[in-house]
């Protein structure tokens, strides 16, 4: 084997190529070019080839010559690609004689070397004795570039040099030289550009694959191995169509054979065989590459695992169809909305009780069954939700199929993406007009029931008054009682429930304003108040003012009976303390009969105390036996106290 030498670079040395013809040295720039060239080759240092042997050989058989080579100049020497007689594979440039003849064209003759004054300075030693006879015909790119020479040589001279047949046969050898060159450097190209295209190919996360014209395949990338675990050409050709699912391949193949037949792209979903043994579903495509008249060169494929996705989308599509069919079971009306409040679904139900069509109900058409005397109010509610992005809570009478109106408790929610904007409303309308009609049946009983508690109370204060009339002496009692009956009918008023409707008259919108108004009932004959309040004050709220009523009054009633109230030395301290979150209203006893410790049973009015503590108002009620007096502790959620 030929030892290796450095391979030309770019910029590399200077170039011999005269430009007189005199064997002057050659520009850098003509060496820097050639030297470009055959890297472009990629020949020099290469084994021998029979192909460039044969040239070789046909050029001295065809001349008559004992020697001929196929040279070629680096920038720093002659490197012989083929050789016969020369007896080595290298020459320096100093002694090359076709580095001298490369700016020639045509084929050149030198009949006798030593009697050319241009080859003079040349040392044309070799095995078989100095050179006398050259003949060469440059080797040229398609660029024009000239790399190098096919020649024959002799160390006799020939006077004659070469007839016309030979001449012509050095240059049909020369440019097949070159021919062999081009399709060295054409078949590098194509081996780089598979390469890449392997390299690009592995890379990528599918699984791509290409075919012949006829749908032959005949390449697979790593992932396609991978996947599948078979070896490698196993599924060459046809045998690509075993890997897919059973009920799959039929189906895909036959697509396959159409878009073969037409050229159309290839595009199906399908179930391929993992290495596990498994089927997973992958998503196959396929385009033709075409040539500059249409005709298809190649397919180029892509197999994409989308089993994750579609067991995901078979997941929703069943999710889906669970919540379609509870919503359509449903007997409340499920709704979404744009985010502008127009409408633009509505389960069945709704149709089924408005009579309303979808073409009726889309945007606000909705708002047609609203009761008329109601539907300004409503849309300045729901108006108000738009705009602030809050839920939306209201109750309103709707118009049925048949014309008569039903209560309908509507609800709505905003549906926010990720930055928080709005993007659709969700909503449900629940038929609560029998609770409605029990709410006012029930406020009904009450205020009877009031009614007649307050004619109680009235007719005792007439037979106080009427004993007073009697004997003068009872008068300021009298006076005292009546007041107290009079304060006992208004915290009355406070502890029962009320509807809007039904309030007699304006609630206290404070804690300690109610707490006053409350109390004022047990005042002592004296008129001395035996309660104290400290602490922050806080707003409070009609429904809560009615919850914290009925336990106030339970408290004071039961002071009364058995705790500070129940003589004449006891006192009542309640202090009130806002916290985070909370409000607390600590009620403290002193002054009373021991405490022995908690009652044996608890009684009904303090269980109902305790309900409306956790239940109405959503806190907690705790209670301390202290022997000195009773001290509760009531927490509220400040929410809760506003309501």
């Known amino acids: 084997m030929r030892a290796a030498a450095p391979r030309p670079s770019k910029g590399a040395g200077a170039g011999l190529r005269p430009g007189r013809g005199d064997g002057g040295a050659m520009s850098e720039l003509d060496g820097s070019a050639r030297t470009e060239a055959l890297c472009s080759f990629d020949v020099i240092d290469t084994q021998a080839e029979a192909a460039f042997d044969d040239l070789a050989a046909l050029a001295a058989k065809v001349c008559r010559m004992p020697m001929a080579s196929i040279s070629l100049i680096d920038g720093q020497r002659q490197w012989f690609k083929s050789q016969i007689g020369l007896g080595c594979t290298e020459t320096p440039l100093d002694v090359s004689i076709c580095a001298r003849i490369l700016d020639r064209g045509g084929v050149v003759v030198v009949p006798d070397l030593t009697a050319d004054e241009r080859f003079a300075d040349l040392r044309r030693g070799t095995e078989a004795g100095p050179l006398r006879f050259f003949a060469g015909c440059p080797l040229v790119t398609r660029d024009g570039v000239a790399i190098g020479a096919l020649t024959v040589l002799d160390v006799a001279p020939h006077a004659q040099g070469l007839d016309d047949t030979q001449r012509l ?190 073409a009726d109900t889309a945007g606000e058409g909705w708002m047609s069954v609203v009761q008329d005397d109601q539907r300004a109010g409503v849309a300045a509610a729901w108006g108000a939700a738009l705009a602030g992005g809050h839920p939306f809570e209201m109750e309103m009478p709707f118009r049925r199929r048949d014309g008569s109106y039903r209560w309908m408790l509507v609800r709505a929610q905003p549906i926010r993406d990720a930055a928080g904007v709005v993007r659709r409303w969700a909503g449900i309308s629940l038929d609560i007009h029998e609770r409605r009609q029990a709410e006012e049946a029930a406020d009904l009983l009450a205020r009877e029931l ?100 009925l336990i106030i009054h339970e408290h004071a009633t039961n002071a009364m009976k058995y705790g500070a109230l129940s003589n004449e030395e006891g006192r009542i301290h309640i202090e009130t303390r806002p916290g985070e979150g909370r ?25 109902l105390a305790e309900r409306s503590a956790s239940g109405q108002l959503g806190g907690e009620m705790r209670h301390e036996w202290h022997e000195d007096g009773l001290r509760s502790v009531l927490a509220v959620p400040l929410a809760a106290l506003h309501d």
């Open 450 to 549: 009031a009614h007649r508690i307050k004619n109680i109370f009235a007719v005792v204060g007439s037979l106080v008054s009427t004993s007073a009339r009697r004997d003068p002496a009872l008068r300021p009692y009298a006076d005292g009682l009546r007041q107290r009956l009079a304060t006992l009918a208004l915290a009355h008023d406070y502890v029962r429930p009320h509807s809007a409707a039904s309030r007699s008259q304006p609630i206290a919108t404070t804690v300690h304003g109610l707490l006053s108004t409350l109390l004022d009932a047990y005042r002592t004959e004296s008129g001395d108040w035996r309660f104290t309040v400290s602490g922050p004050d806080g707003p409070i709220g009609a429904r809560a003012a009615t919850a914290l009523a």
């Open 169 to 358: 046969t050095l240059e049909v050898l020369a440019r097949q030289v070159m021919h062999l060159l081009e399709g060295r450097r054409l078949l590098r190209e194509r081996n780089e550009s598979d390469q890449q295209f392997r390299v690009l190919t592995d890379s990528m996360p599918q699984m791509i694959w290409t075919t012949r014209p006829d749908g032959f395949h005949d390449f697979y990338n790593e992932r396609w191995y991978e996947f599948t675990g078979v070896p490698r050409g196993s599924t060459d050709g046809e045998a690509w169509n075993g890997m897919f699912h059973p009920d799959d391949r039929e189906r895909a193949f036959a697509l396959w054979r159409r878009s073969l037949a037409t050229g159309e792209l290839y595009e199906i979903e399908y179930r391929l065989r993992h290495r596990d043994g498994d089927y997973r579903w992958v998503l196959g495509r396929a385009a033709p590459l075409r040539d500059d008249e249409g005709r298809i060169l190649r397919w180029f494929g892509t197999c994409t695992d989308i089993d994750t996705l579609k067991h995901a989308e078979a997941a929703l599509a069943e999710s889906e169809a669970r919540f379609r069919t509870l919503i359509e079971v449903a007997p409340q009306v499920v709704w979404f909305a744009g985010p502008d409040g127009a409408m633009t679904y509505t389960s069945p139900h709704w149709f089924e009780f408005t009579g309303l069509g979808p």
């Open 583 to 607: 409000f607390e209203i600590d009620w403290h006893e002193t002054g009373g009969p021991p405490v022995e410790g908690p009652p044996a049973r608890q009684g009904f009015g303090t269980l």
